[in-house]
């Protein structure tokens, strides 16, 4: 481990703009100078800050040179060839110049100058060896096992300078009698130099990403990077009229929306890539104005906070508590195909609108592209009812679980809970058609919740798409749900407590002496995925853990569950 000196930021002088001026530029210079030691001058030409602080602030290259010039004590003023340059170091103090050094014998010297040409002795040559008929080509050049190791970059680097050090001791240093010095042994705790083929692609790719993350010269936006002295600049100009063409559509915009209607630049020229990146780094620093809510292959910008698909009948936050159980269940994606994902609709999931976004459509809708990016809107398409709609994607977070909102409207009117959907990604990032399959009308009684009254009850209602008839909330299977009431928000947080009141409208007794209650899986998903998120394998887990004794699983049936209700130990008593 590397001991870091904590850095010290000096004092400025002047007034309060100068200050502010003299200390944006300490920041500006110290930053691209990352690897100097704390007393190396860094230079920085006042051009090269007149130009940058008149773009960014405004500011003129008097008032530039006049903070710099008050703050002596930080700044050193020089001029070379016409050109007026301040210098600084990391420690924030004005560098001297020392007395000039004899270069006469310097290293660099020594580097032009070639070593005197020793006597010519002639080499020795080698008795050539018979190969035999029968030997192979591994066996003439040696084999895996024989072939010797190649050197690492440390052991390159290692040899080199060694080498260098001797030749120089031969050619400049006298004869000596004395015996050399034997090299000392590192000592037993000494830090060892991960080898680079023992990393990993990922490995070395996320060390990278982590080293240039924060440094000023070069520019990052997802997996693509640039120099930053390379990329085109947007005006305040420009930024405006960003944001008001994002203003006129009335929702998110893509990248290639901005750069071709607002600049002009056609997909078929050469610089069309460069200002792509342009657009999206530029408006990654704009944070204030600008949000990015794009997936990978797909880069939309909006104004922040510009309205985005909701959920329906409850917070988005609460949504996202509910959904925290997906952080907690080790799921494993189940597809159909490639970028196919079928999905039964839940009554919470119907209700409010929403569907999870569990390692199944984390599959088919990739993750953020930007750190610490909250959602990303992508774009449904329905081509049984002719509908087209953003669904806006909410990722998941450190004590939130991920969801896509927005499906309240064509749930509604197209499904009801228990409903079997397929979703499947379209040829163009960001992009997915939703179907379900179509039946003759049906006419069941149906659950819905009664606003007013706050009380659950059966209405009839015909529907044509086809259900699975496993996840159906009908009159018919659950009969005790009339009249009921939904559970508290401090009940409905607990999925144990939510579990033993699935039981109450799902299970039977298994005798009328025995206060046991047994429930078929099927029929306890349904169940509890009225109140909040349950999916099976989060039902499982309680019924299996030591911290749930009043839950069990049958060991000759896994699709039966058991509940003993009164145990201590019964959150919902």
């Not at 500011?59 to 007026?84: C, M, P, Q």
């Not at 305040?236 to 600049?263: M, N």
């Not at 087209?388 to 927005?406: H, K, W």
Request: a negative charge; hydrophobic letters at 35%.
């Amino acid at each position: 481990m590397h001991a870091t000196a904590e850095q010290v930021r000096p004092e400025f002088k002047g007034n309060k703009k100068q200050q502010e001026l003299a200390g944006k530029v300490f920041d500006l210079t110290i930053g691209t100078a990352r690897f100097f030691s704390p007393d190396a001058a860094i230079n920085v030409s006042l051009d090269v800050l007149a130009n940058y602080l008149n773009e960014t602030d405004g500011l003129d290259v008097k008032s530039i040179e006049a903070a710099l010039s008050e703050n002596d004590h930080v700044f050193t003023r020089e001029e070379w060839d016409g050109t007026v340059y301040f210098l600084t170091t990391r420690s924030g103090t004005a560098p001297t110049r020392d007395e000039e050094v004899d270069q006469t014998h310097s290293f660099a010297q020594r580097f032009q100058d070639p070593p005197p040409v020793p006597a010519y002795v002639p080499p020795k040559r080698k008795p050539r060896q018979q190969r035999p008929a029968d030997e192979s080509m591994s066996d003439l050049f040696g084999g895996a096992e024989e072939a010797e190791p190649a050197m690492s970059e440390e052991e390159i680097i290692a040899a080199a300078v060694q080498a260098a050090t001797e030749t120089e001791q031969e050619t400049e240093a006298p004869p000596s009698t004395e015996a050399p010095a034997q090299p000392e042994t590192p000592p037993a705790d000494a830090e060892v130099i991960t080898n680079l083929d023992e990393a990993t692609d990922d490995e070395i790719a996320q060390a990278l990403k982590d080293q240039l993350a924060y440094d000023y010269a070069v520019a990052n936006f997802g997996d693509e990077w640039m120099a930053e002295d390379k990329v085109p600049r947007l005006s305040r100009g420009d930024l405006r009229r960003i944001k008001d063409y994002i203003d006129e559509q009335g929702g998110p915009v893509s990248d290639s929306q901005i750069v071709q209607d607002l600049f002009g630049i056609r997909q078929s020229a050469q610089e069309y890539p460069l200002h792509l990146f342009s657009v999206n780094f530029r408006l990654s620093r704009e944070t204030r104005e600008f949000e990015f809510v794009g997936i990978k292959g797909a880069h939309y910008w909006m104004v922040s906070g510009m309205s985005t698909p909701d959920v329906a009948h409850r917070k988005a936050s609460e949504v996202g508590q509910d959904y925290r159980v997906l952080l907690e269940v080790d799921g494993e994606p189940t597809m159909v195909d490639e970028g196919v994902v079928e999905h039964v609709l839940t009554f919470y999931e119907h209700r409010h609108g929403v569907l999870p976004y569990d390692a199944t459509f984390q599959s088919i809708i990739s993750g953020p592209v930007l750190q610490g990016q909250r959602s990303a809107i992508v774009h449904f398409e329905s081509p049984l009812t002719s509908q087209s709609f953003p669904i806006e994607v909410r990722f998941p977070t450190g004590n939130r679980g991920g969801y896509l909102a927005g499906f309240a409207e064509f749930f509604k009117e197209h499904l009801v809970p228990g409903a079997f959907v397929t979703i499947e990604a379209g040829e163009k990032p960001g992009t997915y058609t939703i179907e379900f399959l179509t039946v003759s009308g049906q006419d069941r009684k149906l659950l819905e919740l009664d606003e007013k009254k706050q009380q659950y009850k059966f209405e009839s209602r015909t529907f044509y798409c086809a259900p699975n008839e496993d996840m159906v909330v009908a009159e018919n299977r659950f009969p005790k749900l009339a009249g009921a009431a939904p559970l508290e928000d401090r009940v409905r947080r607990q999925p144990a407590a939510v579990l033993a009141h699935a039981f109450s409208f799902a299970g039977e007794r298994i005798d009328s002496e025995g206060d046991q209650i047994m429930a078929v899986m099927d029929e306890l998903v349904a169940a509890a995925n009225i109140e909040r998120p349950m999916p099976p394998e989060l039902i499982r887990e309680i019924a299996t853990s030591d911290d749930h004794p009043e839950f069990s699983i049958d060991p000759e049936a896994d699709d039966v569950v058991y509940y003993r209700p009164g145990s201590d130990s019964d959150s919902s008593s």
